[in-house]
Antibody, heavy 115, light 112 residues
Framework: QVQLQQSGAELAKPGSSVKISCKAS????????ISWIKQTTGQGLEYIGY????????NYNEKFKGKATLTVDKSSSTAFMQLSSLTPDDSAVYYC????????WGQGVMVTVSS | DVVLTQTPPTLSATIGQSVSISCRSS???????????LNWLLQRPGQPPQLLIY???RLESGVPNRFSGSGSGTDFTLKISGVEAEDLGVYYC?????????FGAGTKLELK
């Protein structure tokens, strides 16, 4: 069955970076893009961007350019999102999902930014 | 950015009742390729969202057929024909026609 297994919760200091992983299984990894979505209580769901898992090409929401960097490792069927220059506003649950129309979702990673 | 306005924000229903959720877009979601990329998600408490309906009215595999979607242009509706207990949660519409893709604020379905 299709599964997207995300890495564990992160507690980070302001100004630092975190790298979240999303390991796919149960399907051919390079057949679907991977999307990344941010969820907060205040802002709801926000689409960060997606990555072409075959070519590595990316498409970002302008709001997250410079904040998020999406990469893939085809050899391990894993997608990554690095969040840089963290501020408290980056505290959220981050999801990866299969496809540009997000079908299967990972379980989410809670990122907390606090000094 | 495209703004999706969902109504109502909260919906109280009894088991077996049929309900509808509206999603209105600030601009047409008809893509130049002829598709309309309006999709519906359900997020149950403590769970990630799951895709219910894509391309306005196509049921995702495994989703019960009591769920249906309709609409065109800027006005869309999700209907549940006979609410079941497992349907409780927050429903979101999401558009993937215009970048950046955007979500509605959600409609919480709760038991009356």
């Amino acid at each position: 069955q299709v599964q997207l297994q995300q890495s564990g919760a992160e507690l980070a200091k302001p100004g630092s970076s975190v790298k979240i992983s999303c390991k796919a299984s149960g399907y051919t990894f390079t057949s679907y893009y991977i999307s990344w979505i941010k969820q907060t209580t205040g802002q709801g769901l926000e689409y960060i961007g997606y990555i072409n898992t075959g070519s590595g090409g990316t498409n970002y929401n302008e709001k997250f350019k410079g904040k998020a960097t999406l990469t893939v490792d085809k050899s391990s069927s894993t997608a990554f999102m690095q969040l840089s220059s963290l501020t408290p506003d980056d505290s959220a649950v981050y999801y990866c999902a299969r496809g540009v129309i997000p079908g299967y979702w990972g379980q989410g990673v809670m990122v907390t930014v606090s000094s | 950015d495209v703004v999706l306005t969902q109504t109502p924000p909260t919906l109280s229903a009894t088991i077996g009742q049929s309900v509808s959720i509206s999603c209105r877009s600030s601009q047409s979601l008809l893509h130049s390729n002829g598709n309309t990329y309006l999709n519906w998600l359900l997020q149950r408490p403590g769970q990630p969202p799951q895709l219910l309906i894509y391309l306005v009215s196509r049921l995702e595999s495994g989703v019960p057929n009591r769920f249906s979607g309709s609409g065109s242009g800027t006005d869309f509706t999700l209907k549940i024909s006979g609410v079941e207990a497992e349907d409780l949660g927050v429903y979101y519409c999401v558009q993937s026609t215009h970048a950046p893709y955007t979500f509605g604020a959600g409609t919480k379905l709760e038991l009356k």
